[in-house]
């Protein structure tokens, strides 16, 4: 077999290989924030909303039943 027809693939699954190397990146330096939050107390404005009343379809089949699920 001729060589130049090997060195092709050769040489390109090794330039494929040395491109897709790992790349390393540096640790980016810690952001500080000196500020001081204020939360304070919040009151609501308005009632909650009505419970929703929900119903359960009957069994999928015989045998089965439903869990409260709470």
Same mark, same amino acid.
């Given at each position: @077999?001729n060589? #130049?027809?090997l060195?092709? =693939? ?15 990146? /540096?640790?980016?330096?810690?952001? /500080?924030?000196?500020a001081?939050?204020?939360?304070? #107390?919040?009151? =609501? #404005? ?5 419970? @929703?009343?929900?119903?359960? =379809?009957? =069994? ?11």
């Amino acid at each position: @077999m001729n060589r #130049t027809l090997l060195a092709a =693939p050769v040489l390109a699954i090794g330039l494929a290989l040395f491109v897709s190397g790992c790349v390393v990146r /540096a640790q980016p330096a810690p952001v /500080a924030v000196n500020a001081e939050v204020d939360y304070g #107390t919040v009151y =609501p #404005t308005v009632p909650p909303p009505a419970p @929703m009343v929900e119903y359960r =379809p009957p =069994p999928p089949g015989y045998g089965y039943y439903w869990d409260h699920g709470e």
